[in-house]
Every structure is written in C-alpha cells, then in structure tokens.
T-cell receptor
Framework: GENVEQHPSTLSVQEGDSAVIKCTYSDSASNYFPWYKQELGKRPQLIIDIRSNVGEKKDQRIAVTLNKTAKHFSLHITETQPEDSAVYFCAAPLFGNEKLTFGTGTRLTIIP | EAGVVQSPRYKIIEKKQPVAFWCNPISGHNTLYWYRQNLGQGPELLIRYENEEAVDDSQLPKDRFSAERLKGVDSTLKIQPAELGDSAVYLC?????????????FGPGTRLTVT
C-alpha cells in the first residue's frame, strides 16, 4: 500500500553520540525526501531534504542518505546536543501524488 | 519574512458545536495545505489548494468539514458539527511554487479539544 515506514519510534542517545533514523517508502518513483523536526507543542520544521538525483546531503551536523534501490533514506545526526531532542518525521510523495505522506515519527531524546 | 500564521492557537469546544480555523500563508506562496495531526502521529493531509482551487480534498470528511481559500491567500477550515474524535492539532502549511510544492512550511497549528 501507500506508506512511509519510520524506525525506530523512540531513540535515546547519549549527548555527543550519533543518532540515525531510517525510513522506507513504497513507490520507486518518489523523488523528494524531507525530514522535519517537531519540538513539543511547536510546528514541524524542515531541517534537511534530498532529491533522488543525489545519494547524500549534509548540513553541518545533520545528513540524509538515500538508497533508491532499497527504497530507504536515513537521517544522521552527529555530535548530538540536548536541543536535538524532538520528534523527527520523514516524508515522501507517493504514487504520483503532489502531496507528502509522513512517517509516524521518531521521538529522539538526548541524554546529557 | 513572516512565517505561516494560524489562529486561534488553542480551541476548546463541546461536541456538536461548530469551529473554524484561519490560516495566512507565507506571502507569495500559491500552494496551501491543511493537515490534521493526532497525538503521536505524523501530519495527515486534509486538503490542498493551488491558489483558490482545491486540487486534492480526497481526505477531507466532507460531511462535516469544509474549507475555502477566497482570493487565493488566506484560508479557513471549518468543522460543523465537531465530534470527540476531531480533537487534534490542525496544521496549515504553504509552498512557494507548484513544481517545488514538496517544500512545505508549517504554521504553529491550532490545538482543538472537543469535550
């Protein structure tokens, strides 16, 4: 069916360590993969995105990797800090729709 | 640049009452979205506008939900009558261009509680 699966649902990481969140999608034609960060009671904010013509994109401590063959993409956060604690959502457009289907979210907790 | 503005931020109503949410997108953004976000879940699209035209409302429960975007700028989402299961955060988002419509910017949302 049309879905975006996200794992894990919760993740606790020691401050300074790396965190990785993975999403799989069902439509091989999907060509845009954003990641949103949502702090408690606040709006989802776009933190990084990648299009299907590249395999990796980095922005300071965050990076996104894309494996089109396996239909999965991952968010990598290095040198984690307490302010990285939030819920992270992946998304992808599925089956020609001009809309994003969101994953179920990962609650990331950075342990000081 | 001002972001997407929504009001009210919070609303508590009794079931069977009507409620309306308002959204002002980022200036110049032609595409506007209304999402519903239930606790612990990702946003789910209710309706998408290209200018003043609703181009995707397949997920909108049309028996009780309605939306409009007069003049292709501000938008309102209405629920009448509200049910207990409508309690959620209603998010508005906008995009600057149809081709780049995947890049969405969200408003702060309206947290609706139906009692």
């Amino acid at each position: 069916g049309e879905n975006v699966e996200q794992h894990p649902s919760t993740l606790s990481v020691q401050e300074g360590d790396s965190a990785v969140i993975k999403c799989t999608y069902s439509d091989s034609a999907s060509n845009y993969f954003p990641w949103y960060k949502q702090e408690l009671g606040k709006r989802p904010q776009l933190i990084i995105d990648i299009r299907s013509n590249v395999g990796e994109k980095k922005d300071q401590r965050i990076a996104v990797t894309l494996n089109k063959t396996a239909k999965h993409f991952s968010l990598h956060i290095t040198e984690t800090q307490p302010e990285d604690s939030a819920v992270y959502f992946c998304a992808a457009p599925l089956f020609g729709n001009e809309k994003l289907t969101f994953g179920t979210g990962t609650r990331l907790t950075i342990i000081p | 640049e001002a972001g997407v503005v929504q009001s009210p931020r919070y609303k508590i109503i009794e079931k069977k009452q009507p409620v309306a949410f308002w959204c002002n997108p980022i200036s110049g953004h032609n595409t506007l979205y209304w999402y519903r976000q239930n606790l612990g879940q990702g946003p789910e699209l209710l309706i998408r506008y290209e200018n003043e035209e609703a181009v995707d409302d397949s997920q909108l429960p049309k028996d009780r939900f309605s939306a409009e975007r007069l003049k292709g700028v501000d938008s309102t989402l209405k629920i009448q009558p509200a049910e207990l299961g409508d309690s959620a955060v209603y998010l508005c988002a906008s995009s600057p261009d149809v081709i780049l419509s995947y890049e969405q910017y969200f408003g702060p949302g309206t947290r609706l509680t139906v009692t």
